[in-house]
């Protein structure tokens, strides 16, 4: 189970990217595709076309981290997008249903109660 503090934001690349970019190229996809600051410390996640690889590229403070994985059997199923989306964002729960190889769409989810702070007006 991967564990990352709530501020962490996922974000996947739904381009098929190429499994020998190395950090420098997938942080420009990160910048380029995705929009993003690639030293913000959140996620990004990266298939190639057959589906069956994956990297993650994240900043911890003081350099780039990869992490790599190949499935042996099967492929990662992304959650449904449109064809002219670049990204999607999903929560860490999400991530690890489709790192395990398990379809999203077959998925149901349960109402849970997510607290939203208030605004507090002065007088």
């Known amino acids: 189970m991967l564990s990352f503090p709530p501020a962490v934001r996922i974000f996947v690349c739904t381009h098929l990217t190429d499994m020998r970019y190395g950090f420098d190229r997938l942080a420009l996809l990160a910048q380029t595709v995705l ?7 959140h996620l990004f996640v990266f298939f190639n076309r057959r589906g069956d690889r994956c990297k993650i590229l994240f900043w911890d403070r003081s350099g780039f981290c990869l992490c790599y994985k190949r499935l042996e059997q099967g492929v990662f ?32 989810r349960h109402k849970r109660y997510v607290h939203v702070p208030s605004q507090v007006t002065s007088r």
């Not at 929009?35 to 410390?41: A, D, F, M, N």
């Not at 959650?79 to 249903?97: G, K």
């Open 35 to 41: 929009k993003q600051y690639p030293l913000s410390g």
């Open 77 to 108: 199923r992304l959650p449904r997008h449109s064809a002219d989306t670049n990204s999607l964002e999903v929560n860490i729960a999400e991530l690890s249903l489709i790192l395990e190889g398990i379809d999203l769409g077959s998925v149901k």
